[in-house]
């Protein structure tokens, strides 16, 4: 038997037996980096999907939607929805500028997600409104979100012909904890729905 | 005749004066629960801020703060609420809020930090056995090859060079 015969065989042998005591080094060693850092915001329907979204609203129903959050930034977040409502003719979050509505908050949502964690929250509604037949507008007086009252007396949408109703359009606004300026800064992420204030 | 009138200017002093007197211990109360709740709201946005560095510390540190993130997203909701109460002038509740806040978080720091050092015992112990046990075994085993390969050589080498001679 001559020895040297095997020593390929032999230096393979070592050599896969010294990798495989040092794969649990390597895992570690090897991991392909995150280059992307960002968040994800979303809004699903009553059943958690994309596809059944409430419209035509009557005056003090309920409806439900779910926000979602996923944070994909490397490190827990403290994130603030802001909810806001506009008709057609006031300030919208502009994704093109980056920048946020000017309107006023109405409702704040606090959440802090672990990074790769989601967060999901049940928002119920209603609006409560008025038909003013002689100026053709609907003026809403109050709007609930799960049971809080917030009190809205001004607001009014006008009618749009071309598409038929009264619209409004109530929108989230995703705001960040920025612990280096010691307060939120706009997130540069919103979400909305439109709705027609049913009259009939 | 100046009596008379005395007396009616005192009478009007007195009609005005008493209704003010009956409705400022109101106002002082409502002032001082206003600014209460202005405190309160304060305070515990500052300690949900600190509550939320410590989860950044934790979460740095490699611990899971999904236990944390639970009571301090329940804190955050308080938050939230204390702020719409105190927004349509329910001070009562905005303080009362406000109060539960900091009470949902009493302890939380001390929490977060313990459970950032027991993430570091385990990254230390992780450390230890998986970068450099197995970087230490996998020298092992090549140092332990080359050992065998020249005992083998040793042994076996010399007979395989004998039997090829004898052949």
Same mark, same amino acid.
């Given at each position: 038997?001559?020895?040297? !015969?095997?020593?390929?065989?032999?230096?393979?042998?070592?050599?896969?037996?010294?990798?495989?005591?040092?794969?649990?080094?390597?895992?570690?060693?090897?991991? *392909?980096?995150?280059?992307?850092?960002?968040? !994800?915001?979303?809004?699903?329907?009553?059943?958690?999907?994309?596809?059944?979204?409430?419209?035509?609203?009557?005056?003090?129903?309920?409806?439900?939607?779910?926000?979602?959050?996923?944070?994909?930034?490397?490190?827990?977040?403290?994130?603030?929805?802001?909810?806001?409502?506009?008709? &057609?003719? &006031?300030?919208?979050?502009?994704?093109?500028?980056?920048?946020?509505?000017?309107?006023?908050?109405?409702?704040?949502?606090?959440?802090?997600?672990?990074? !790769?964690?989601?967060?999901?929250?049940?928002?119920?509604?209603?609006?409560?409104?008025?038909?003013?037949?002689?100026?053709? &507008?609907?003026?809403?007086?109050?709007?609930?979100?799960? $049971?809080?009252?917030? $009190?809205?007396?001004? *607001?009014?949408?006008?009618? $749009?012909?071309?598409?038929?109703? *009264?619209?409004?359009?109530?929108?989230?606004?995703?705001?960040?904890?920025?612990?280096?300026?010691?307060?939120?800064?706009?997130?540069?992420?919103?979400?909305?729905?439109?709705?027609?204030?049913?009259?009939? | 005749?100046?009596?008379?009138?005395?007396?009616?200017?005192?009478? @009007?002093?007195?009609?005005?004066? @008493?209704?003010?007197?009956?409705?400022?211990?109101?106002?002082?109360?409502?002032?001082?629960?206003?600014?209460?709740?202005?405190?309160?709201? #304060?305070? %515990?946005?500052?300690?949900?801020?600190?509550? =939320?560095? %410590?989860?950044?510390?934790?979460?740095?540190?490699?611990?899971?703060?999904?236990?944390?993130?639970?009571?301090?997203?329940?804190?955050?909701?308080?938050?939230?609420?204390?702020?719409?109460?105190?927004?349509?002038?329910?001070?009562?509740?905005?303080?009362?809020?406000?109060?539960?806040?900091?009470?949902?978080?009493?302890?939380?720091?001390?929490?977060?930090? %313990?459970?950032?050092? %027991?993430? @570091?015992? #385990?990254?230390?112990?992780?450390?230890?056995?998986?970068?450099?046990?197995?970087?230490?075994?996998?020298?092992?085993?090549?140092?332990?090859?080359?050992?065998?390969?020249? =005992?083998?050589?040793?042994? =076996?080498?010399?007979?395989?060079?004998?039997?090829?001679?004898?052949?």
């Amino acid at each position: 038997m001559n020895l040297h !015969e095997y020593r390929v065989l032999f230096v393979a042998t070592v050599g896969i037996l010294a990798l495989l005591v040092a794969s649990p080094a390597m895992s570690r060693l090897l991991v *392909f980096p995150r280059t992307e850092f960002f968040t !994800e915001f979303w809004i699903l329907d009553s059943n958690h999907r994309a596809e059944d979204y409430p419209f035509n609203v009557i005056r003090t129903a309920n409806y439900s939607v779910f926000l979602g959050i996923g944070n994909r930034l490397g490190h827990t977040a403290y994130y603030l929805v802001e909810v806001k409502l506009r008709n &057609q003719t &006031q300030s919208a979050p502009n994704s093109f500028n980056r920048t946020s509505s000017s309107l006023p908050s109405l409702f704040n949502v606090a959440a802090f997600v672990a990074d !790769e964690g989601t967060w999901d929250y049940p928002l119920t509604f209603s609006f409560d409104y008025a038909y003013n037949e002689s100026l053709s &507008q609907v003026e809403l007086s109050s709007l609930k979100f799960n $049971d809080i009252t917030v $009190d809205v007396t001004g *607001f009014r949408a006008g009618w $749009d012909s071309r598409n038929n109703g *009264f619209l409004c359009n109530l929108f989230f606004e995703l705001w960040i904890y920025d612990a280096s300026a010691s307060g939120f800064g706009y997130h540069e992420r919103s979400v909305g729905l439109w709705f027609n204030m049913t009259t009939s | 005749m100046s009596d008379l009138k005395s007396s009616f200017v005192l009478g @009007i002093l007195l009609v005005l004066t @008493i209704p003010s007197l009956a409705f400022m211990p109101c106002s002082s109360v409502a002032a001082i629960s206003q600014s209460q709740a202005v405190s309160a709201l #304060d305070d %515990a946005e500052g300690v949900v801020v600190f509550a =939320y560095q %410590a989860v950044l510390r934790a979460g740095e540190s490699g611990a899971n703060v999904s236990g944390l993130l639970v009571r301090l997203n329940d804190a955050g909701q308080l938050l939230t609420r204390a702020r719409m109460a105190f927004g349509s002038g329910d001070f009562d509740s905005a303080l009362e809020l406000a109060v539960l806040c900091q009470e949902r978080l009493s302890g939380f720091v001390a929490d977060a930090d %313990a459970l950032a050092e %027991a993430a @570091i015992r #385990d990254r230390n112990l992780d450390f230890l056995v998986n970068m450099v046990g197995s970087f230490f075994g996998s020298v092992a085993v090549v140092c332990g090859g080359l050992v065998a390969w020249f =005992y083998l050589d040793r042994k =076996y080498g010399k007979l395989g060079v004998r039997s090829n001679e004898s052949s």
